[in-house]
């Protein structure tokens, strides 16, 4: 079962403009909750996290919002930058029994335009 | 460079070989990751290392697998009698535990295995 989903295989915007990514979960022993950005050939790069207990947390352009009663989570992007183009993976950490993972989606692969 | 490392970077083995991935995390970080990741996929947990301890084992992590962590300090990954299904990217990551005001973990660049 996929506890975490992208359901936006992509998406496209024009440099300048907001791009939002979103992720839903279906675990409520979820704790964290973090994007990835992960370039061809190279591991994944963390860009931002948020608690499962705040609703919002901002760094410079990006930023997570959290909506624990639908168990959905976005990334904000503004303003988008042909550089910000890769694949952007949502993660959720748990932590059971002493051990802790992360969770991630399949990715959501954003484009800016020029 | 401080960062998660990862080698070797790209194999190609033959089906029935054993191969065998390096990782050296960041050095005060006691937690250490393995995840695999396949195309159109996100990372897929392996295992967990808090110190030299393995504490969770995915049921991806079949009997042909093993992986360790002596002295808490580096990590091996070994694929027994590769099959032509492990092909994936084998990533490693590594965090400071939890408490401490940290709660992302840092990727390595993976290696790249490819069974022939």
């Known amino acids: 079962d996929q506890q975490v989903k992208q359901n936006s295989p992509s998406l496209s915007v024009q440099e300048g403009r907001i791009s939002i990514l979103n992720c839903d979960y279906t675990?409520?022993?979820?704790?964290?909750f973090l994007w990835y950005k992960k370039y061809p050939a190279e591991g994944p790069t963390f860009l931002i996290s948020?608690?499962?207990?705040?609703d919002k947390n901002e760094d410079g352009r990006f930023t997570v919002f959290l909506n624990k009663s639908a168990k959905h989570l976005s990334l904000h992007i503004v303003p988008s930058q042909p550089g910000d183009s890769a694949v952007y993976f949502c993660?959720?950490?748990?932590?059971?029994?002493?051990?802790?993972?992360?969770?991630f989606g399949k990715g959501t692969k954003l484009t800016v335009n020029p | 460079d401080t960062g998660v490392s990862q080698n070797p970077r790209h194999k190609i083995t033959k089906r029935g070989q054993n191969v065998t991935f390096r990782c050296d995390p960041i050095?005060?970080?006691?937690?250490l990751y393995w995840y695999r990741q396949t195309l159109g996929q996100g990372p897929e947990f392996l295992t967990y290392?808090?110190?030299?301890?393995?504490?969770?084992k995915s049921r991806l992590l079949s009997d042909r697998f093993s992986a360790e962590r002596p002295k808490g300090s580096f990590s091996t990954l070994e694929i027994q009698r590769t099959e032509q299904g492990d092909s994936a990217m084998y990533l490693c990551a590594s965090s400071l535990g939890l408490g401490q005001g940290n709660t992302e973990a840092f990727f390595g660049q993976g290696t790249r295995l490819t069974v022939v």
């Open positions: 948020i608690s499962s207990i705040k």
């Open positions: 675990n409520s022993m979820f704790d964290y």
């Open positions: 290392f808090q110190n030299e301890a393995q504490l969770e």
């Open positions: 993660a959720a950490r748990i932590t059971q029994g002493g051990s802790e993972k992360l969770v």
């Open positions: 050095s005060e970080h006691n937690r």
